[in-house]
């Protein structure tokens, strides 16, 4: 995957993650057209940046745990 399509899919992670609307992990990955395994590793980008990240349960998605993240 070339750096420019990285950069694409890491902004529409943060999307999906701010809008909360990701899905689990499974719907996630699918909705970014990527493996599974690629996600986790995604979310490891995010959170060795800073990011707090928590996946709710109860709404079956991701989401920052701090207001300040994800370009709020």
């Given at each position: 995957m070339k750096f420019f399509d990285r950069i694409?899919?890491?902004q529409r992670m943060d999307d999906l993650i701010r809008h909360k609307v990701t899905g689990p992990p499974s719907s996630f990955?699918?909705?970014l057209q990527i493996s599974e395994r690629t996600l986790f590793n995604y979310l490891e980008v995010f959170?060795?940046?800073?990011c707090t990240l928590h996946y709710n349960k109860f709404k079956e998605t991701y989401e920052y745990l701090a207001e300040n993240e994800g370009g709020n």
């Open positions: 694409e899919k890491l990955a699918r909705k959170r060795a940046a800073g």
